[in-house]
T-cell receptor, first 112, second 122 residues
Framework: GQNIDQPTEMTATEGAIVQINCTYQTSGFNGLFWYQQHAGEAPTFLSYNVLDGLEEKGRFSSFLSRSKGYSYLLLKELQMKDSASYLCAVRDQSGGSYIPTFGRGTSLIVHP | GAVVSQHPSRVICKSGTSVKIECRSLDFQATTMFWYRQFPKQSLMLMATSNEGSKATYEQGVEKDKFLINHASLTLSTLTVTSAHPEDSSFYIC??????????????????FGAGTRLSVL
């Protein structure tokens, strides 16, 4: 299985930039996902990385280093609506299941 | 993006009753659907993987007789919580994986989530 670690909580100011880190340990890495989840709602897909490097999508970017077992989600120009939990999920190809395992999530609080 | 519809969004029931939750993929076919359970401020815990036309695969510690899963078509999976008790109160979320042909399915096999069902057992 995977061992996924991300900070429990982060705070940031509206308009600023925040980086949410995720480290993982897995034997058969096959992709890393970031999801956003607002309280009481289902997660929504943000990004997917399978190769090393940075994937940029608007205000959100995600980075992956497979050799270091490390990823981060970068949020720019923070808005109040970005206050949510951000889930890092790692997919493992062991056993052929290709089912992602989710981290505990990082609760981001954006204040004025 | 792909849309997954989950119904109902909230259920309040008495202890001992059974509750059925539906999960539908609206604009794509999903040979595989997943059922998760999430407690407050906790991560998503996979309960079972549901494959169309076959029996569901349950994760360790999940009672298959307690949580009945039926995946009768490529667009519908149901989870029935039988004889619900207060400890079953939780947020249940389904997700579906788009069926893609060839090697693309591995690289583009993104899960899309339903809106979740909040179950409260009194």
């Amino acid at each position: 299985g995977q061992n996924i670690d991300q900070p429990t909580e982060m705070t940031a100011t509206e308009g600023a930039i925040v980086q949410i880190n995720c480290t993982y340990q897995t034997s058969g890495f096959n992709g890393l996902f970031w999801y956003q989840q607002h309280a009481g709602e289902a997660p929504t897909f943000l990004s997917y990385n399978v190769l090393d490097g940075l994937e940029e999508k608007g205000r959100f970017s995600s980075f992956l280093s497979r050799s270091k077992g490390y990823s981060y989600l970068l949020l720019k120009e923070l808005q109040m609506k970005d206050s949510a939990s951000y889930l890092c999920a790692v997919r493992d190809q062991s056993g052929g299941s290709y089912i992602p395992t989710f981290g505990r999530g990082t609760s981001l609080i954006v204040h004025p | 993006g792909a849309v997954v519809s989950q119904h109902p969004s909230r259920v309040i029931c008495k202890s001992g009753t059974s509750v059925k939750i539906e999960c539908r993929s609206l604009d794509f076919q999903a040979t595989t659907m997943f059922w998760y359970r999430q407690f407050p401020k906790q991560s998503l815990m996979l309960m079972a993987t549901s494959n169309e036309g076959s029996k569901a695969t349950y994760e360790q510690g999940v009672e298959k007789d307690k949580f009945l899963i039926n995946h009768a078509s490529l667009t519908l999976s149901t989870l029935t919580v039988t004889s619900a008790h207060p400890e079953d109160s939780s947020f249940y979320i389904c997700s579906a994986r788009d069926r893609l042909a060839g090697a693309e399915w591995v690289t583009k096999n993104i899960q899309y989530f339903g809106a979740g069902t909040r179950l409260s057992v009194l």
